[in-house]
């Protein structure tokens, strides 16, 4: 009985060996199969043929190392799916970083999210469900949702990327984007950043530091609303010239060492409260180390924009899909001729 | 065990190579279908991939003005056809217009950026961008020159401390600390003469000014409406002081030397006008154009003084607008013009070497003056003939003190009169005889 039992498992994993040499050969095989059909074009571009089995992303992971980049193949070759024997050209190089076509260039617009209810909104509280329609419509009309780093290459004239991106961001730290928006960006796999402000968080209706390493951990961004959420361009009655400079100084540097410590994760980019600034605020970011910051200016944003004077399109609790798809401005025409 | 071990070592082989003849069929398949369906060969080594199809779409994007993809396009023919001669000229041509079209929009650009036209200077980087991607000067005026400054930068003159410098810049002393902050110096250390400090610029409520701006600035408005330029002047000046970065009070600074330079040019006093205007930003809307027509009022001034022969008068003109305009070519040609007509006056009244003394302060390249050099020599030897047909005349009615006087005008004009020189010789000889006859 026992010998019938070893040979049965000699049997199963022999078929096993076999199974796995016929899957590496098959690999191997389209591999090879690239290798021989593509040219080379001054280390630039890759012409291919597509085959039956390729997608974008696998194109992308094969030639560009990077299977998030298949847009950059469909948008290169001005197509939306591909098909078998189709010819492909796969740029190598980011080959419009700014987004610049004869008739105007790129925006992309940076959401801002406040809080959300389940069923009641309010002008800076959105409903589920209509949170839920957003994302649809964002996932069902090509829209990319990009992170803050990917705007930041694109700011920086480095970084390609897609033709209709969008990022989205929370302010403050509510308990509700924890408990409403994060699982249905998860759902739909969009990245997101949230803007803390430190002395909020722990606090009634604020997310606990556990809930925000948690969310750290499952890769959202977690960047810095200053300490307090005061005004950064006003001081206040009473207020001298120097106790207003001190203060400055504790809300910009404070929750970066914090963010930096609880997090381990460095603090970049900063949202304004209010979205107000000036130029004392700013050079002071730039001191401290920061490499962007945020207003609530309802534009879209090129990659010529000043970085610590990004637009942020804040989306209200009233907003109907109509009114949110007009927030989306992903294009300005300008003759650039 | 061991008896199995080569049956599972061919079964694992065979399995392999199924695996990729598998795939391999499957693929060719595909590609065979695809070569057929579309009817075109294959180059070697590849499968089918057509080079008129990429030339085809490079023409396609040369029309719709989007040359680097154009040229991607021509690149790509140009490898599927290595042995064509017309793609890598096609292509070259195509480099040299993207070339021109760049430099051609990036030029534009600055010359918006100089006029503070920043919009239109904007477009035309883009532009130049659109055309040549890595375009470096432009990407420095999109995300550098275009932005509005935190910072500016304060060069430290001899032993000013941080007081001095925050007193200067901020006029307000205390706030050294700031200075000290944001370049990392000790607050009670000179920072050296010499050292570039990097100081925040504040916006103007971070610095109450003793008057209140919005008040000075009504009041300037009204002044320069009144077209007192000097007072307007005066209090923009005030109000900049405290707030330098006021454009209004800019504005009106401008606007009040514009105003002043066009009453001194009604007045025909254009140095003075010129002066006034250039006080002016050049950026200045207006400025340059009103330099121009006060250039031009001049230059008719100074060619009217020509056709009344007031020489001095004329370079007096001129020279003023070459110093306000040294590329002036139109007073120029008014200075050199002027030599000339100096020049043939003085060929009119033979005075030969003074014409050729103010001909050699003019231009030599200049054609009016080659021209009346060459006629000074002319009537030089001219005029030199006509003093010697004379001497002959006085000769042969035996006036030979007064041919031996003519002759000699002869040779002051042209010392080289061989014939002069001989008479001359001849003459004196005669009259030594006659005088031992007598």
Known sequence: ?????????????????????????????????????????????????????????????????DPSKGWLIAEFNHIKSLTSGQELCIPLFPFNKGGLKSGGFQTVPVLAYY????????????????????????????????????????????????????????????????????????????????????????????????????????????????????????????????????????EISY?????????????????????????????????????????????????FIDKYKINRTAIYGKYDIEKFRKELSVFQRMELK | ???????????????????????????????????????????????????SSYLEKALEYEKKDELQTALFYLKIAGTLNPNSTKIPEKIASLNSTIKHKARQHFTKGVKFCEKRRFKDARRQFLTTLRYSPDHKEAIGYLKNRLHSKEYQNYKVEGKETLKDISKKFYKDPSKDFLIAYFNNINIVNPPGSGTILELPVLQPKFNPPPIDIRIELIK?????????????????????????????ASDLKNSAYYQMGMELSGQEKYPEAIKMFKKAAPEYQGVKEAIQQVINKELIKGKNLLKQRQYEQVFAVAGQILDDDPSNKAAEDLINTAFCQQGKDLIIQQNYTQA????????????????????????????????????????????????????????????????AKKNINNARSLLEKLEKVK
């Open chain 1, 255 to 303: 929750p970066k060492k914090v963010i930096n410590k609880k997090l381990q994760k460095e603090c970049k980019y900063l949202a304004y409260p209010y979205g107000k600034t000036n130029n004392l605020v700013i050079a002071m970011l730039k001191k401290h180390g920061y490499r962007a910051a945020f207003t609530v200016n309802q534009k879209s944003n090129p990659f």
């Open chain 2, 1 to 51: 065990m061991k008896r199995l071990l080569p049956i599972y070592l061919s079964l694992m082989v065979l399995f392999f190579f199924t695996g990729c003849a598998g795939m391999r069929k499957f693929f060719v398949d595909i590609t065979e279908k695809n070569a057929n369906k579309n009817n075109e060969k294959a180059p070697e080594g590849t499968q089918a991939l057509p080079c």
């Open chain 2, 220 to 248: 300037a408005e009204n002044l320069l409406k009144e077209k007192r330029g000097q007072e307007t002047l005066d209090i923009a000046e005030k109000i900049l002081e405290y707030d330098h970065l006021n454009k209004k």
């Open chain 1, 1 to 65: 009985m026992q010998q019938f039992v070893n040979r049965k498992k000699r049997i199963f994993d022999i078929i096993l060996i076999l199974s796995l040499l016929f899957l590496a050969a098959c690999a191997i095989t389209t591999r090879l199969y690239h290798k021989t059909s593509e040219i080379r074009i001054d280390d630039d571009f890759i012409i291919v043929k597509a085959t039956a089995i390729d997608t974008f992303s696998s194109l992308a992971a094969e030639y560009l190392n």
């Open chain 2, 356 to 419: 050729l003394n103010v001909l050699n302060r003019a231009n030599p390249q200049h054609d009016c003056v080659k021209k009346t050099i060459s006629d000074v020599y002319k009537a030089k030897k001219k005029q030199a003939e006509v003093h010697y047909l004379n001497g002959v005349k006085h000769f042969l009615n035996e006036e030979l003190q007064s041919a031996i006087q003519e002759w000699e005008k002869t040779l002051a004009l042209s010392p080289e009169h061989k014939k």
């Open chain 1, 115 to 250: 809080g959300f209810s389940k069923n009641k909104a309010s002008k800076i509280s959105i409903t589920q469900d209509d949170f839920k329609a957003q994302m649809k419509y964002l996932k069902e009309n090509g829209y990319h949702v990009i992170t803050l780093d990917q705007l930041l290459g694109f700011l920086d004239y480095r970084e390609q990327i897609p033709e209709k991106s969008v990022a989205i961001t929370f302010d403050d730290g509510w308990i509700s984007v924890y408990d409403i928006a994060i699982p249905i960006l998860k759902k739909y796999g969009f990245p997101a950043t949230i803007f803390i402000y430190t002395d909020f968080i722990g606090g009634g209706k604020a997310m606990s530091w556990k809930q925000i390493k948690e969310l750290s951990k499952a890769g959202f961004d977690i960047q810095c609303q200053t300490k307090t959420h005061r005004n950064l361009k006003v001081i206040k009655k009473k207020e001298s010239f120097k106790e207003y400079f001190k203060s400055l100084e504790m």
